[in-house]
């Protein structure tokens, strides 16, 4: 089929491109602009906000015009903490929409609108940065440790515990054993590893939890207090914060708001003391088990934050359990709280958003710049407004789209928890879906979404795959697309695994066997691509060219932009206007295309620079005013038009 060129309509998005700057309080008039090809032949442009529930629609005003495309701004009166807006486009027949998911010619609901909150963003380390999650049992024994033998497999263990005798064996894949199997990776060995990952680009170290529980993944929490002593205490955390901070990178925890483990002292002491505080800490309930819990797992009690006291322990104020991780010797920089759609929702109890007020405040209290990200697997818009969570682990509007356009349909890979494999879909199938979850949220929201291509609890993107090929185009889109990207220890040389107990495999420091390092260099050179643009990090996105096996964007911010492409499998190609890659200009200016007009005529420096590939093997060749992307695939062309 011929593919879509997205390039032909109008664009804006919620970049410092496109809004002036973002609201800081109600009753701030902010400017917002939005650029329009010629081809478009609007008679005129409206900009439509949404005002205490009733849509306002004011005229736009006409700033600049280029043989190419012509700018408008509007100014917009945040008059809500959350205010949405769109563009009215009269035509000559009829009128048309621009909202956050695309263009329409035909009447839309509200649910997509551009939207900007008043509250704030995520820090800029947290939306420029590059996250490496680790699951601290399979990274690294420290040298005082030791090698793992059969003869030190049980040292420092707990007795039900069921220990690895060798490093590089495969964890147990399922059964009732998976959260028994110990390798014995602790926090020193990750210390010991630090200048490993600032090498490869890591800015951000993410571990998932290291409170002691009954299990290797220690989401079932005996106590917040302190540490697991198998990881090496309290000590050993302050050690490794320090060693990560000395490196200029972050530390961010994991910590469970929803439920905790059987063994916990809160729930000891409820089940034992019906009068006790603790009792009211969770849900009593008619079941066999006598109380609620996660998707009625037993050994995961859920909370009821009905408690002001289990809210004082747990989310509220520095001596909380969110809160004392974050203050030194630890010095946390935020938290990843597990399963954060359920925290606070049972039945007709919906205190979710409050939670997440209420732990983002204790946060940013300790510390201005921390961060607090939710976990999601769903469709998480409802939770992300802005004042709660600061953003979500992307599963819905990343991993699902990007694994169903990768993955390799003969494998059958399980559809995330679906009775059903996970299907093949074509690139503008990836695309909808990801335009469709983005346009649900703030952009300030969206652009701080960790995205993912497997976590602790997925396969592999390796095994999803099949081969190295894919992994390079499924790595390209991450380390490009809009948001932040997060890689799961190992997949960045290669790690196998059927699903997220399997995936969850030692690091192969010594076993070359399991080291690929074509696949290390495709994530280290595109880390460095990505690292040395600001179209990445700070840029708006811009969709040009949705076909079935490729798709091609551009992220631009105010000083740089680039063009991506990227192939399932070979293509038509496809050509792209020149003046794409013309700068912005100044706000209710002219642009220096407009500029070169009045001077003599457009050069190369106005309908965009000679490109310079910055990743890949294929030059983008120049035809009159348009880039000719050639139809290569599988794989990835990255090239900096400014």
């Not at 551009?114 to 680790?134: H, N, S």
């Not at 990768?406 to 199938?429: E, I």
């Not at 390092?517 to 840029?539: E, K, M, N, P």
Request: net charge negative.
């Amino acid at each position: 089929m011929p593919h879509i060129l997205a390039a032909a309509v109008p664009h804006h998005d919620g970049s410092s491109l496109y809004v002036q700057e973002l609201p800081r309080q109600v009753g701030q008039t902010i400017t917002v602009r939005v650029r329009v090809p010629l081809a478009t032949a609007e008679k005129s442009v409206h900009l439509r906000v949404v005002r205490d529930g009733e849509p306002r629609i004011s005229p736009a005003r006409l700033v600049s015009t280029t043989e190419y495309e012509r700018w408008y701004e509007a100014n917009l009166l945040v008059h809500n903490p959350v205010t949405n807006y769109r563009f009215f486009f009269e035509l000559e027949t009829g009128y048309a929409w621009l909202n956050a998911s695309g263009w329409y010619t035909r009447e839309i609901p509200d649910a997509h609108d551009f939207k900007v909150t008043v509250y704030g963003v995520a820090p800029d380390w947290a939306r420029e940065g590059l996250v490496y999650q680790i699951f601290p049992d399979r990274f690294a024994r420290s040298k005082a440790k030791g090698e793992l033998t059969p003869e030190t497999a049980s040292n420092d263990l707990p007795h039900w515990a069921l220990p690895a005798t060798d490093w590089n064996q495969d964890p147990i894949p399922s059964g009732e054993n998976v959260g028994r199997h110990f390798f014995g990776g602790d926090l020193d060995g990750i210390t010991e590893h630090l200048d490993y990952l600032k090498d490869l680009g890591v800015t951000t170290v993410y571990l998932t939890p290291v409170f002691p529980g009954q299990s290797n993944h220690r989401y079932d929490a005996n106590t917040f207090d302190e540490v697991d002593p198998v990881l090496g205490g309290n000590e050993a955390y302050a050690r490794l914060s320090q060693a990560v901070h000395d490196r200029g990178m972050k530390l961010m925890g994991d910590i469970t708001t929803n439920h905790t483990g059987i063994g916990h002292e809160w729930f000891t002491t409820a089940q034992s003391d019906p009068q006790s505080l603790e009792h009211d800490f969770f849900y009593w309930t008619d079941d066999p088990c006598g109380y609620a819990s996660w998707k009625e797992v037993t050994s995961l009690p859920k909370l009821n934050y009905h408690s002001q006291e289990l809210a004082q322990r747990m989310i509220d104020g520095p001596e909380s359990a969110i809160g004392k991780w974050l203050a030194p010797p630890y010095s946390l920089d935020g938290w990843r709280v597990d399963v954060a759609n359920m925290t606070g929702r049972y039945g007709t109890d919906d205190m979710t958003h409050d939670i997440a007020r209420r732990a983002r405040k204790t946060v940013t209290d300790a510390n201005p710049q921390g961060l607090v990200i939710a976990e999601h697997f769903h469709d998480a818009s409802r939770d992300l407004d802005g004042d709660g969570w600061h953003a979500n682990m992307n599963y819905t509007a990343f991993t699902r789209p990007v694994w169903s356009w990768v993955a390799d349909p003969k494998l059958g890979t399980p559809a995330f928890g679906l009775p059903s494999a996970l299907p093949q879909n074509t690139g503008r199938d990836m695309v909808a879906s990801m335009r469709e979850f983005d346009a649900a949220i703030p952009f300030q929201v969206t652009a701080s979404q960790w995205n993912m291509l497997g976590s602790h609890d997925t396969p592999r993107l390796r095994t999803l795959v099949g081969d190295t090929a894919m992994v390079e185009v499924a790595a390209g889109m991450l380390l490009t697309y809009l948001g932040v990207p997060v890689i799961f220890a190992g997949d960045e040389v290669g790690l196998t695994g059927v699903n997220g107990e399997h995936a969850r495999k030692t690091m192969p420091w010594d076993d070359p066997s399991r080291w690929d390092d074509q696949i290390h260099r495709i994530y280290a050179d595109l880390i460095a691509v990505r690292g040395a643009s600001t179209a990445f990090s700070q840029g708006g996105l811009r969709w040009l060219v949705v076909a079935d096996d490729a798709v091609v964007f551009l992220r631009e911010s105010a000083d740089a932009c680039a063009l991506v492409a990227l192939s399932r499998a070979p293509w038509s190609g496809a050509k792209i206007p020149r003046f794409l890659g013309v700068p912005a200009g100044q706000w209710g200016g002219h642009t220096q295309a407009e500029q070169s007009i009045e001077s003599g005529g457009p050069s190369d420096a106005t309908i965009g620079q000679i490109p310079q590939t910055l990743y890949g093997n294929t030059t983008l060749a120049t035809e009159g005013d348009h880039f000719v992307i050639q139809g290569f695939g599988p794989g990835v062309g990255i090239w900096r038009l400014r």
